[in-house]
Nanobody, 127 residues
Framework: QVQLVESGGGLVQAGGSLRLSCAAS????????MGWFRQAPGKEREFVAA????????RYSDSVKGRFTISRDNAKNTVDLQMNSLKPEDTAVYYC????????????????????WGQGTQVTVSS
């Protein structure tokens, strides 16, 4: 049974930093993309960042490029999202997701191609 459990959310002032972590269990994720998505109140869920577990190729949304960094720890089976220079518009519930790479080198931004999802963690950035 695949489980993705997010942690690290909270309240931070604009300009601050947070580090989210996703603990993955239940299968081998070597042929998977691990992604972070977010959903703000009244808005659709959107892609934030993703990493290919094997090889480490990454992709970011334009809104977070240069501020957020995604990484994975093979020994701990975790995927982290380091978020710096946070803005109020980053406020959202952040979800970890896993999807099969199926031969693709670069992570997909399409949430429909992610098979497993965590329960989400709230990030609130105050102005």
């Amino acid at each position: 049974q695949v489980q993705l459990v997010e942690s690290g959310g909270g309240l931070v002032q604009a300009g601050g930093s947070l580090r989210l972590s996703c603990a993955a269990s239940g299968r081998t994720f070597s042929n998977y993309f691990m992604g972070w998505f977010r959903q703000a109140p009244g808005k659709e869920r959107e892609f934030v960042a993703a990493i290919r577990w094997s090889g480490g190729s990454t992709r970011y949304s334009d809104s977070v490029k240069g501020r957020f960094t995604i990484s994975r720890d093979n020994a701990k089976n975790t995927v982290d999202l380091q978020m710096n220079s946070l803005k109020p518009e980053d406020t959202a519930v952040y979800y970890c997701a896993a999807g099969t790479a199926s031969g693709r080198t670069w992570p997909t931004t399409n949430e429909n191609l992610y098979d497993y999802w965590g329960q989400g963690t709230q990030v609130t950035v105050s102005s």
